[in-house]
């Protein structure tokens, strides 16, 4: 049997911010393939391994086939990187990539001549015909959803339509990892790696979502369709995970879990029938999907926290710019319901879209504001095949050293217009967000219980996001915080 080895890269190698990844996805496939191919999985980033250690590791393993994980675009310098290690020290082994960062970019990816092929799409219904095809040495022409070279021209094959019966995928391999590494860990100041009880694990009980925002390219990595895997199974997979593993928090990485809300109501209330007296969190909730009846429901069923995706105080740019189906009016009774429910309640807003005015802007850090619950901001980072994207070059916007692949997450502009620079977004977003969350003892102590550390870390942590920014424009090191 040939041996399959998937690698995580470590997002600590390069000036990326390190990402806590759970390796659901790399486990999925293992529990697909393990019954034709010898799977492992090396996580360098769990492992924290310096790119040296890892070669050595893999050379050793010496597998036949290299599968890489890259599941955002900003981290793909890593998995180059990656690349071109193996290929040094295992010349002929066929190297692999997937993930969200070569479904969006494929011809980007394949610039490297270090990846052999790319798996576009749901690996789930790919890689596995893609493996058989190099085991037989045959070309993969008759195959959807890969990107290979012949003779040096990069072929590419469109990604095929998107899975529909989720219930026959297994259970993912967690028996490959060291489970013990992802599910005591805690990450301070993140929305869904905070723990409200260990052991935690993560789950995906849909993919895709309809709404269609402008800044999100969920529609070409999982579809725009919902579609879901049924209660029954999703419960299995929860009662395993308990009796296997003693899991006792679980969070929802669904891209829009309640988005059928009597599908959501039958899980909530599934988990209560079943006594499995477990607290959970969705990595974060569509509001306009919420009413009284579900969030009472998601607190019996041991929900405790509630990241709210509102993005913008401003119905204009909701609908006519996001494409957001939101009213900001219903958003401050459902937030203050959830909090007389006892939730940890946080929202997320984006600022700095094309089309969007400096006063609109301004209007959302005031709506913000009222909620009176923790505020995350965001700016308007154009990600590959996004309306957003498209938009944005077709009036001109992008600044000149635009790139996917800055690593800077959404902190920073990348829009010029006649409203608003890179510097008016990215100082108005740490200051207005600064003094939105911890410019009084009273916000200082809100944000500190909903992170679960002290205001004195609090303090810190907004201190070395002011630090961040003014390391960007200011030059002379005496004009800025040390």
């Not at 926290?305 to 009016?329: D, Y």
């Not at 929202?347 to 913000?368: C, H, K, Y």
């Not at 967000?433 to 911890?438: A, E, G, L, S, V």
Request: aromatic share 12%; glycine share 6%; proline share 5%.
């Amino acid at each position: 049997m040939k041996t399959l080895l998937f690698i995580i890269p470590n997002s600590r190698w390069f000036s990326a911010a390190g990402w806590e990844l759970y390796p659901y996805n790399v486990c999925l496939l293992a529990a697909i393939l393990r019954r034709h191919y010898h799977v492992k999985i090396l996580d360098c980033n769990a492992d924290n391994l310096q790119m040296e250690k890892a070669l050595v590791k893999i050379a050793d393993l010496n597998p036949d086939f290299i599968g890489i994980s890259c599941l955002a675009v900003e981290y793909s310098i890593h998995a180059h990187a990656l690349a071109k290690g193996i290929k040094k020290c295992l010349p002929c082994t066929p190297i692999i990539l997937g993930g969200v960062y070569c479904t969006l970019m494929p011809e980007h990816a394949m610039k490297n001549p270090d990846i052999d092929y790319c798996v576009l799409g749901e690996g789930e219904q790919v890689l596995g015909e893609l493996l058989k095809c190099l085991g037989d040495a045959v070309l993969p022409d008759s195959m959807d959803g890969v990107a290979y070279r012949i003779n040096g021209e990069l072929i590419i094959k469109p990604q095929r339509s998107f899975i529909q019966d989720l219930d026959a995928l297994p259970f993912p391999a967690l028996d490959l990892i060291d489970f013990k590494k992802y599910c005591y860990s805690d990450e301070k100041f993140s929305f869904t790696d905070t723990r409200d009880a260990t052991p935690v694990a993560k789950i995906y009980t849909s993919r895709g979502c309809p709404a269609g925002c402008n800044f999100c390219a969920v529609e070409h990595i999982a579809g725009h369709k919902f579609r879901c895997r049924s209660v029954d199974n999703v419960l299995d997979e929860i009662q395993y995970l308990i009796s296997e593993y003693g899991v006792r928090e679980i969070v929802f990485y669904d891209d829009n879990l309640i988005f059928d809300r009597q599908r959501a109501k039958q899980l909530f209330r599934g988990m209560i029938e079943r006594g499995f007296n477990i607290q959970f969190k969705p990595a974060n909730i569509a509001v306009y999907r919420l009413d009284k009846e579900l969030l009472d429901l998601m607190k019996a069923a041991g929900c405790t926290t509630l990241i709210f995706a509102v993005e913008s105080g401003c119905n204009r740019v909701l609908r006519e710019i996001m494409g957001k189906p939101l009213s900001v009016e219903n958003v401050p009774e459902i937030v203050s319901y959830a909090l007389q429910l006892g939730f940890r309640c946080a929202a997320l807003f984006v600022i700095g879209n094309p089309g969007e005015s400096w006063d609109e802007i301004r209007q959302t850090m005031r709506f913000a504001e009222s909620l009176e619950i923790y505020c995350h901001f965001s700016i308007a980072t154009p990600l590959p095949k996004t309306r957003l994207y498209y938009e944005s070059l077709g009036r001109n916007y992008l600044v000149n050293d635009f790139s996917f692949e800055s690593g800077a997450g959404c902190s920073r502009g990348w829009l010029l217009t006649d409203q608003f620079a890179p510097f008016d977004l990215e100082m108005l977003r740490v200051y207005e967000w600064d003094r939105i969350n911890f410019s009084s003892p009273e916000k200082r102590q809100r944000s500190a219980e909903f992170f679960k550390v002290s205001p004195e870390e609090v303090e810190q942590f907004a201190r070395n996001a002011r630090v961040a920014v003014q390391k960007r424009y200011v030059v002379d090191q005496n004009k800025r915080l040390a």
